[in-house]
């Protein structure tokens, strides 16, 4: 589809689309601001127009939900899609994304603990163990779930399909018993809030977190930046990639970190979201190629759009409630997770 | 003594407890064809990943030059020799010339220039794939594919200023399942390469095609170099006879027929 | 992104800026624009005829019936900040039992003042509660005339229960939700409904010391409840006694052998109200008949 464009026009494109899905994001919700509108907030907001009394509560609204909303919202769409484009080029797979991979179901699991043990008024960003310790745990979490998956299903540097999956469905399965067991021992108060934020939702969306993940995905995308030749020389096997100058072991190692702290992190703040990382890098290929020097920063740019676009449906298809953002991505993601596979079936028949 | 490109110096290798190289000492020639002959098990495929640089020896060491080869940084390492292998799994559809220019990853940072980008069209042109550079690599033909990838190991190590050292190439097995036209262009198109102050080191199957196109010939037995040669004709036939376990007899044009 | 990550600092200035006017503001004057989301406040609303305040309710606030006109904000343990800032209330209204627990703090972050008013499980909790309401919506009047006929009521109701001192109560379970996968929500000791069976003459089939407690199969026919008392929910699943005798475990309990399973709406037993004499005079003719 895009195959004539050089990747420098489709950068281009998918920011405009980017841009616009922002600006529809800001502006479509429970509250409707036009762009008119907006642009007077912010007018008013930098005192460069007089502040209307009639504006506090949109303006408001505007500055303190809706817009680190659809920030956290983007960052986490990027996040995930160059997740899944990283773990996709370890794994030298392309099924492979931090929900199946039991990166997600360990961040989960992490932050359960935290919620559940930590302090006793459950998760409260107040307190400095809140806000370091559910990251922190939820990284270490994500990190072993992650590595014990990759150990498990790539032996002599291949990646087998169907220990892969059995793996990875072993290890959410643990991982989702823990978090269930946690919140059948937990009181009240904590329990609600595991199980609520095991659907993956941006309704709690404010600036500490956009700040958050923000500096997450900033550190994180530029060191997996300079890591894109070297996974596609890991397309041609680890020993093929050696020979190339590429350490293999090291970068797999490397990128295995780079992509839980990420994927904690945003995990830590949202809960699990689903699928996007799978989709993202695979429309990416069937659209333009498979080079990750190309896949890193347009996954950065499709995952954020996205997941704008989806958590535009998520406000409004019951409005004024709105749904968990993860039951979306499942519904759509798990069809097309199906197809590839099916897909990958063939195309292994045929070789 | 003349000077070596890469030279074996007591090279033992062992995986736990089984012995696979035992004390190799050899010297591969600059600007040759080097050829490492042996029976299936022998150690071809270890010695060639230990000369390499990509195993390290349980004993002995490997020298490019006067230089250990552990000493190098592994992109250093990757300017100096590139390693064909016999296949190479890629099964995302990159473009046929994505996957030459990755031959150039250890020579740029960021992007490529415009130096990269020649060398790997005229790497394509030598392995005669210009036209199917756009390709996507998966609908190529087993041939085409290890052509690809030849362009890629060469495009990794060309050669073009004639004070840069000399550039070592591993062919390890390379003409295994391709048919005996690709096989032929292959290596010709390898011989070709030796010009541009380049050695090569094989590891090749068919003793008739090795003596074609060989120069120097290393024969190994159990883990043992057991011969070295420089003609096809200076290889004892009984010997040939028990490292391969089959009669031997020379035909027509000093070419080999085999029977057990 | 790398644009929007440099405008950080100022969009966060922004953000403070916009914040700071009305954050702080004072209680809400009555008669304004209210989105309540506990089912207690909103009945209680209804009760003092201050109902046309309301302009927003949770998912569970069902009674009385003409509440359903007022669209519904979302389960309240999963509630979303905008949806109800959306109705641009002057206050949100709750008991304490919401959730996520941010939402609170992002209602007030953008002026919109929360109040909670927590009943507790005393029948005084709730009693005081109502005049809270009186006193809070400006109808006190009302609220106090209720307020005494309902204490009239339960004074008669509590001297009525004195005749089951001494008899034989039937042990009764409640059963809250039916079957969610292999468990059953049980209401258990300290709450409301545990009181009001008490003042009905029966004795609660469970101990424990939540409101709510995981029923299995196995622990239902150990209870041997002589009864049950199944909430609207649960029991419109199964749509009959007959059918609801049928789950596992209480097919093996005297309440299934005998189809002695009764339906009762959640809202008359889980928390006190005006209904609440009416509620244990009924729960009463389940238990004896009389």
Known sequence: MLRRLTYGQVYLLLALLLAASVIASASIGAFMFPPSAIAR??????????????????????FILRLPRVLLCGLTGAILGVSGALMQGLFRNPIVEPGLAGTSAGAALGAAIVFVFGSSTAFSFASPLGTAGVPLLAFLCSFGATMLVYRLSTSF??????????????????????????????RDPQARNITFWNLGTFTTADWRGAILVG????????LALRHGK?????????????????????????????????????????????????????????????????????????????????????????????????????????????????????????? | MADAAVRIRDVSYAAGSVQILSAIALDFQPGRFNVVLGPNGAGKSTLMRIAAGRLAPTSGDVLYGETSVAAFDMTALARRRAFLSQNVELTFPLAVEDVVLMGRYPHYRGVPSLKDKEIVARALDLVDMTARRHQPYPTLSGGERQKTHLARVLAQIWNDEESAEERILFLDEPTTSLDIHYQLHLLDTAREFLKRRCTIVASLHDLNMAFDYGDRFFLLESGRLVHEADSARAVPKDLIERVYRVKAETGEGGYWRFRL | MRLILRRFPALL????LASSPGALAADPPP??????????????????????????????????????????????RALSAEGIVSMRPSVLLTDGNVGPNEVLDRVRSVGIPVVTMDPGDSLQGAEDLMLRLGTYFGRAQQATAI?????????????????????????????????????????????????????AGGKNALSGDGHMAHLTPEMIAGARPDIIIATDVGFDRYGSAAKFAEMPGVNLTPAGRNLRIYRIDETEIMYFSPRTPASVAKIAQWLHGQ
């Open chain 1, 41 to 62: 907030f912010v007018g008013e907001g930098l005192s460069l127009l007089p502040s209307r009394p009639d504006d506090i509560l949109d303006r408001n609204v505007f």
């Open chain 1, 157 to 186: 540097g291949r990646t087998d399909v169907f220990t892969l999956l059995l793996a990875g469905i072993a290890l959410n399965a643990m991982c989702n018993a823990g978090t269930g067991f946690l919140s059948y021992i937990a």
């Open chain 1, 215 to 222: 500096i997450a995905f900033a550190a994180c995308f530029v």
């Open chain 1, 230 to 351: 070297n996974l596609n020389a890991l397309m041609l096997g680890e020993d093929n990639a050696a020979y190339m100058g590429v350490e293999p072991e090291r970068l797999i190692f490397r990128l295995i970190v780079i992509n839980t702290i990420m994927v904690s992190v945003a995990t830590a703040m949202v809960g699990v979201i689903a699928f996007v990382g799978l989709v993202v890098p695979h429309l990416l290929r069937l659209m333009r190629s498979s080079d990750y020097t190309f896949l890193l920063p347009a996954s950065a740019l499709l995952g954020a759009l996205l997941m704008e676009i989806v958590d535009i449906v998520a406000r409004l298809v019951i409005q004024p409630a709105e749904l968990p953002i993860g039951i979306i991505t499942a519904l759509l993601g798990a069809p097309f997770f199906l197809w590839i596979l099916i897909r990958e079936r063939r195309s292994d028949t045929y070789g």
């Open chain 3, 13 to 16: 200035a922004l953000a403070l």
């Open chain 3, 31 to 76: 008669g304004g624009r209210v989105v309540c989301v506990s089912k207690q406040i909103n009945e209680f609303i209804f009760d003092i005829g201050a109902q046309s305040h309301l302009v927003a309710r949770d998912l569970t606030s069902i009674y009385p019936k003409e509440i359903l006109s007022l669209p519904s904000v979302g389960y309240h």
């Open chain 3, 147 to 199: 307020v005494a006929t309902w204490k009239a009521g339960m004074a008669e109701t509590i001297a009525d229960a004195k005749r089951w001192d001494g008899q034989k109560k039937p042990k009764v379970m409640m059963i809250h939700f039916g079957q969610i996968g292999n468990s059953y929500l049980g209401l258990s000791a300290k709450g409301p409904a545990e009181q009001i069976l008490e003042w």
